[in-house]
């Protein structure tokens, strides 16, 4: 068997989650400490902790098979990477900011601006798309202090809550690119088994995590009402109860639409219901 290597963030935003996933796929490896590679103990895997910038160059050149990072972070560095799965962590979006006080409201008004950015890349294509000319300033952080020391006019940076944006006197003005954390492989690594069995793992991990595990009982009179709101993998397993007349019913709901299910469930005669986490969905 080949022995795989997958770059995950060595610090920051990515780190917990990243190493997270990989441990819910069942893996042992020994999280970063002072060693920059740890050795999977229970699968042909190395895990190399690198910065998340490199991580892109490093699964286009093969020297990592495997790499989990912000889509935002491959764009910027223009990486020929595969796409190999979303991750649903990470989750945020680079958008254009200006001063609170700022009379700008049309992307054409940026014209002649300067502009702070750690993502020149992706911030030059989105100006050239809007037929803007603005000079473009590379900073590679706090970027939002930009205004306020008159460096620039607006900023481009990776927004979540807004809370860095309102604490430095700036609002959102435009929406650049939407990004989450994502697997990436390099080119044809996702023909190889090792990858396949990892992706696989990987699907069934999220796949939980969409869902959780209902116990509940009902009055056999009511089963019909119930079950035809319940999915299941297949269909809802049901099981007799000490009581002739009622049953118990195991079941999957998707977490978006939970308690809408929940309430639906207990109006059609659901009662005793019993919510459970799921670790793994084998498909
Ligand atoms: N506020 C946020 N909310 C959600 N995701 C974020 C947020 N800020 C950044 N991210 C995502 O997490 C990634 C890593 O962010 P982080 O701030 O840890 O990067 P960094 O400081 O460049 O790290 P490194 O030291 O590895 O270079 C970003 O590229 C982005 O995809
Ligand atoms: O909208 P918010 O929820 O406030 O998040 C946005 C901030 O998060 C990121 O920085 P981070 O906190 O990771 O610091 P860093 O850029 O210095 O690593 C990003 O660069 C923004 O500054
Ligand atoms: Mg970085």
Redesign the pocket.
């Known amino acids: 068997m080949k022995t795989l290597k997958i770059a995950i963030q060595k610090s920051?935003?990515l780190n917990e989650k990243s190493v997270e996933i990989l441990k819910n796929c069942g893996l042992s490896f020994e999280n970063y400490k002072s060693s920059l590679i740890s050795t999977v103990t229970n699968f042909p895997l190395e895990i190399l902790f690198l910065r998340d910038d490199d991580i892109p160059e490093y699964v286009q050149d093969g020297i990592a098979d495997l790499g989990i990072v912000g889509e935002n972070v491959i764009v910027e560095a223009g990486a020929e990477v595969t796409y190999l799965q979303k991750l649903g962590f990470g989750k945020c979006t680079l958008k254009i900011a200006i001063p609170n006080e700022s009379r700008i409201t049309e992307v054409a008004q940026l014209e002649g601006k300067a502009i702070a950015t750690s993502y020149p890349v992706i911030l030059e294509k989105y100006l050239k798309e809007n037929h803007v000319n603005a000079d473009i300033r590379t900073i590679s952080?706090?970027v939002?202090i930009g205004p306020g020391l008159g460096l620039s006019d607006a900023i481009c940076?990776?927004?979540?809550?807004?809370?860095?944006?309102k604490s430095n006197g700036l609002k959102p003005f435009s929406e650049v690119m939407k990004s989450e954390a994502v697997l990436i492989g390099s080119k044809g690594s996702e023909l190889l088994p090792e990858v396949q069995e990892l992706l696989q793992r990987i699907l069934s991990v999220l796949r939980a995590k969409e869902t959780k595990y209902v116990v509940l009982n009902v009055a056999k009179v009511n089963l019909k009402k119930v079950v035809d709101l319940l999915p299941g993998v297949k269909s809802p397993t049901v099981v007799p109860l000490f009581d002739e007349d009622w049953v118990a019913v195991h079941s999957v709901i998707a977490e978006h639409d939970f308690w809408e299910k929940i309430n639906s469930l207990k109006a059609a005669g659901a009662q005793g219901i019993v919510v459970m986490p799921i670790e793994k969905i084998i498909a």
């Open positions: 920051g935003r952080g706090s939002e940076d990776i927004v979540s809550t807004g809370g860095t944006l």
